[in-house]
């Protein structure tokens, strides 16, 4: 038997399988109470994004998403519910997300820093009117705070999603959702992409006519 990978304990000096059902357990409590919090917080504010996507989507304008690490894999994800499909066969609506052309994102850090990596692209693409989704765990990302700046001249409608605190975003955005019980990114992630799958169940039943979610 080969020697383990550098880095890597031997087997026996992990834990066996009913040792980590603790840990399953805690990380799933913990993902439960943070979206249970974020619903009785946000309930309202939800459902006031929803209804400025649809109004904005009916009037032409797209959806814009960027973030980094796992938000920026929340970000496709979610911009691809839209131009693709949720749960409804309908139309493709308009959404981007800034987090996908490795060139502009390569070229941009390279020239002018990673700061600027979405800014320039919300300069370039974004348009008055159009919404911009911000993800960010701790809402203190320097790219994402200043993507969310350049909108805000731009005119395009902001929609923050972040954790804890809410850090410097919260106070940037026109809409705040913020997982307030948690400071672990996962936990607000996994927080995040239920509110994203929300966002698109409902922007199709309020774009055409029926509740995506019954049969």
């Known amino acids: ?20 059902l603790p840990a399953i357990d805690r990380a799933f409590r913990e993902s439960i109470a943070a979206k249970t919090q974020f619903l009785k917080e946000h309930r309202a504010a939800l459902a006031g994004v ?17 973030g980094n690490g796992g938000s920026a894999a929340d ?6 519910e839209f131009v693709n499909r949720f749960l409804l066969e309908r139309p ?15 070229s941009i850090g390279n020239d002018y820093g990673y700061a600027e990596v979405f800014a320039k692209q919300v300069k370039a ?14 809402g203190n990302s320097p790219n994402v705070l200043r993507a969310v700046e350049a909108c805000k001249k731009a005119a395009i409608i902001t ?10 975003l919260g106070p940037l955005v026109d809409h ?16 995040h992409i239920l509110a994203g ?19």
């Open 197 to 215: 799958h929300v966002i698109c169940e409902l922007v199709d039943c309020k774009l055409f006519g029926r509740d995506p979610g019954k049969s």
């Open 50 to 66: 929803v209804d400025v996507i649809a109004t904005r989507l009916l009037a032409g304008n797209k959806v814009i998403f960027f």
């Open 125 to 138: 693409l974004g348009r008055e009117g159009d919404v911009a989704v911000a993800l960010s765990t701790s």
């Open 159 to 168: 929609v923050g999603l972040t954790g804890g605190d809410g850090g410097k």
């Open 176 to 191: 705040h959702l913020c997982v307030s019980a948690s400071r672990l990114s996962p936990r607000i992630q996994e927080t």
């Open 75 to 80: 970000a496709q994800h979610l911009a691809a």
């Open 1 to 20: 038997m080969g020697a383990s990978p550098p880095g890597i304990n031997c087997f026996r000096d992990r834990p066996m399988a009913h040792e980590m």
């Open 92 to 106: 493709p609506l308009p959404a981007i997300a800034l987090t996908t052309d490795t060139s502009i994102l390569t």
